[in-house]
């Protein structure tokens, strides 16, 4: 009898935490968002040739559990092979002429976890809309942007750029340009993720244009767990250097929480996926 008694009282128990206890479900769901230059296909990369990393870069972003990658400097054919090897679709075009030709700001992302409601692909110069260089730099630049949902129904940007190496007027005037679109592309005020190879480190001006003109903070600042990795994101194949200066940042608006940055430094045999490391947060909302 004192059994049974026990046993009734468990059960009720059990049902009582049942509907006290939250579901798992209940928790927000976490992302894996990542910016990763990826090195043009190079045939002077001697030591370095797409053909041979390609395979560790790939498996990187399995390993890691990268759920959207903004990629900068892909060509087409590298694209290509990624997309196959991950079984994640992109969105963006070539910066030569708006087709397939040239480098690209590609968008990769995980088609289980996400739906792309809108895309688009804009020159970083003064005419935007079309195929063209922008004031002092020395090469046509993109920013490649796509509007996504998740399973969830949650609804959020993601603009990737790569900001040219050379014009300084060019790099301050993109990001003047990309916050400009950004309010105009998110009139309904939906978490934004702003990420890429801005070739610039947080003290120089066009870093602060961002900070200045939005209200969107840099990821590694905000991160609520401490970031882990180099202080530079810039590592040109070379094994014995220590690389100093972060010029790949994620920047996000005020409704994504950053639970963990990193800059991700993994190697094969003194041999590195890429001339860049690719930066990692994981996000919610």
């Known amino acids: 009898m004192k059994h049974n008694c026990f046993m009734v009282l468990m059960v009720a128990f059990i049902i009582v935490l049942g509907i006290t206890m939250p579901h798992q479900n209940s928790f927000a769901q976490t992302y894996q968002i990542a910016t990763y230059n990826i090195r043009f296909d190079n045939a002077n990369d001697l030591g370095n040739l797409w053909k041979d990393r390609s395979p560790h870069l790939i498996n990187q972003i399995k390993f890691h559990k990268m759920d959207i990658i903004g990629t900068q400097e892909g060509l087409h054919h590298q694209l290509e092979d990624m997309k196959s090897a991950l079984e994640f679709p992109y969105?963006?075009?070539?910066?030569?002429?708006?087709?397939?030709?040239?480098?690209?700001?590609?968008?990769f992302y995980n088609p289980e976890k996400f739906?792309?409601?809108?895309?688009?692909?804009f020159w970083l110069s003064e005419s935007p809309h079309k195929p063209s260089k922008g004031w002092d730099a020395a090469l046509n630049r993109v920013c490649t942007w796509g509007k996504f949902q998740d399973k969830h129904d949650n609804t959020f940007y993601v603009f990737n750029i790569h900001y040219d190496h050379v014009g300084q007027k060019a790099r301050e005037e993109s990001s003047k340009l990309v916050i400009k679109k950004i309010k105009e592309i998110n009139k309904e005020n939906h978490p934004v993720i702003f990420m890429g190879d801005f070739n610039v480190t947080p003290d120089n001006p066009a870093y602060a244009t961002v900070l200045e003109n939005s209200n969107l903070k840099d990821s590694r600042k905000i991160s609520q767990t401490p970031p882990i990795g180099n202080q530079g994101t810039f590592n040109a194949f070379n094994w014995g250097r220590l690389p100093d200066g972060i010029i790949d940042h994620i920047f996000v608006s005020p409704k994504v929480k950053v639970l963990r940055h990193g800059i991700l430094t993994?190697?094969?045999?003194?041999?590195?996926?890429?001339?860049?490391?690719?930066?990692m947060v994981e996000v919610s909302w």
Do not use: C, W
């Open 115 to 121: 739906t792309v409601l809108k895309q688009e692909t």
């Open 266 to 279: 993994d190697n094969y045999g003194m041999k590195y996926p890429s001339d860049h490391f690719p930066v």
């Open 91 to 107: 969105i963006g075009i070539g910066r030569d002429k708006g087709d397939t030709a040239g480098e690209f700001s590609a968008i």
